[in-house]
């Protein structure tokens, strides 16, 4: 009973370790299926619509090497005039498998290029963001991501919103909003169950599970032995009835 107990309490902590990633996903991620695969010619469409190249997007893709970006987001008062364009950003995520589940560690808004292009407001902010970019990005980081072509792509937009109310009048300027340094992580699924990032520890949940009921199995057997009155060589602990009682 005590074993049977035991490894059900593991199971218990297990399930409960993993639905607590699905409790935090609406809040810190969005998760998202890659979108079809489009051509040349689609893209060609897209760029001339958008009035930009897309090459002049912060691109993310699956790969290790190249799907995390540390930058400082601009971020602008809800309030601010210039509010939402100042405060949004836009970054391609390519190189994308059509059909399998990337999540974004973050609070944002994905868009496949279909949506982008066929929404006047969603243009016009990609439009925006791509004319107030100082100039295309760095060669390296262009010749390590291609520009999109027939692979599946999609858009990721994030819009940093100024949150807090301080006595300080220079941090109240909206003209003065500090940016806010974020971690942007795109997370392939592996086989659409598991983000690749929560590998680790989805292995080592498993592990202290497995030594749980091994443990608890070994504990159940001793437990039994010493309730039959056996030690661990065959002896018996209970004595028996005196003679004559």
């Known amino acids: 009973m005590v074993g ?17 990633g699905l409790v935090a996903a609406n809040v810190e991620k969005t998760i998202f299926y890659g979108p079809p695969a489009v ?4 893209t060609a469409v897209a760029t001339s619509l958008l009035g930009h190249d897309l ?68 243009a016009a902010s990609v439009r925006t963001y791509l004319a107030s970019l100082p100039g295309p990005i760095p060669l390296a980081a262009a010749a390590s991501l291609a520009t999109p072509s027939s692979s599946s792509f999609t858009f990721l937009r994030i819009v940093t919103a100024a949150n807090y109310v301080t006595a300080d009048p220079a941090l109240m300027n909206p ?8 971690d942007i992580i795109l997370d392939p699924y592996l086989l659409n ?15 202290a599970a497995a030594v749980s009921w091994w443990l608890s199995q070994r ?11 056996e030690d661990d060589s065959g002896g018996s602990f209970i004595t028996q009835d005196k003679k004559g009682q």
């Open 39 to 42: 051509g040349n010619a689609t």
């Open 175 to 182: 003209e003065l909003v500090p940016p806010v340094l974020t």
């Open 55 to 122: 090459v002049g997007l912060f691109q993310l893709a699956p790969a290790t090497t190249s799907n995390t970006w540390r930058t400082h987001l601009p971020a602008a008062f809800p309030w601010a005039a210039d509010f939402p364009d100042r405060a949004t950003i836009w970054v391609l995520l390519d190189a994308l498998k059509p059909g399998q589940l990337y999540e974004l560690h973050f609070s944002l808004d994905t868009f496949d290029l279909e949506t982008v292009v066929s929404t006047p407001a969603l």
């Open 4 to 20: 049977t107990r035991g490894v059900r309490a593991c199971w218990w902590a297990l399930l409960l370790a993993l639905l607590s």
């Open 219 to 229: 504990i159940l057997r001793w437990l039994r032995r010493v309730a039959v009155g």
């Open 193 to 207: 169950v598991v983000p690749r990032s929560l590998v680790p520890a989805v292995v080592a949940i498993l592990a």
